[in-house]
């Protein structure tokens, strides 16, 4: 799916909280999340070294963080009953944490994977 750059840039200028409920439903609407990809996945970290799996609801929202450091990076689409089954179960065990909808000006929701989970699940129940 492509958008528009007016719903871009709208959905970008939201809050942390409002595009966390965005990439929540659209997560579930479309059965399919993103990340980044740079011959693997590509990890942040907070300030104080945890890692941190970035997922955006869409293509083009990733794509807009593929600069700086990023540059040499493509958004990569994961299903999302994959990445609840395996990626969740990983980054439970392993304590990488999530950056829900990260921004090149803002860094977005940090969540655990149980909360993210619990959110996805919620919102699944719905359908």
């Known amino acids: 799916m492509s958008l528009n750059e007016k719903e871009i840039s709208a959905v970008s200028a939201l809050s942390r909280d409002e595009r966390l409920g965005y990439f929540i439903k659209r997560a579930a609407d479309f059965e399919r999340v993103w990340g980044i990809d740079e011959a693997g996945w590509v990890l ?34 994961i299903d999302l009953d994959d990445f609840m089954e395996s990626f969740l179960a990983d980054f439970e065990e392993s304590g990488v944490l999530i950056g829900i909808f990260y921004t090149p000006h803002d860094a977005g929701a940090i969540l655990t994977a149980s909360e993210l989970r619990g959110f996805l699940e919620d919102e699944l129940e719905k359908y």
């Open 44 to 77: 942040s970290a907070l300030n104080d070294g945890r890692p941190v799996f970035q997922l955006w609801p869409f293509a083009d929202y990733a794509a807009l963080c593929c600069v700086g450091e990023w540059a040499s990076c493509a958004p990569k689409a």
